[in-house]
């Protein structure tokens, strides 16, 4: 079992920046992680893919609505993952998630383990 956590949410204003953390604990080095991601679910939509870093290699992807915006990295002894979001939009209020994946940090891979989530808020 892989247990994550997420912190660094909160309320900000357009513009601004927040950095979001996933550590991941548990049977990290048995379940073999190759990639983690970042999803976002806002109220009354459906659950969207943000980005994904290859676990070994640091090899990131981003939706395109976060491009240039957002950049996802690790640290591989803390088994944290991170998203820093700058120049933040209304558009980008959600609860945010992070998610193990034994194969893929893409959008259409298959993730097993899922943090809590944390609220982010931007207002205008």
């Known amino acids: 079992q892989v247990q994550l956590v997420e912190s660094g949410g909160g309320s900000v204003q357009a513009g601004e920046s927040l950095r979001l953390s996933c550590a991941a604990s548990g049977d990290t080095y048995l379940y073999g992680m190759g990639g983690m991601g970042w999803f976002r679910q806002a109220a009354g939509k459906e659950r969207e893919f943000v980005g994904g870093?290859?676990?070994?290699?640091?090899?990131?992807n981003y939706a395109d609505s976060v491009k240039g915006r957002f950049t996802i990295s690790r640290d591989k002894r803390a088994n944290t993952e991170y998203l820093q979001m700058n120049r933040l939009k209304p558009e980008d209020s959600a609860v945010y998630y992070c998610?193990?994946?034994?194969?893929?940090?893409?959008?259409?891979?298959?993730?097993?383990?899922w943090g809590q989530g944390t609220q982010v808020t931007v207002s205008s």
């Open positions: 998610a193990a994946s034994r194969w893929s940090w893409t959008s259409g891979g298959v993730y097993d383990y």
């Open positions: 870093i290859q676990w070994s290699g640091g090899s990131t």
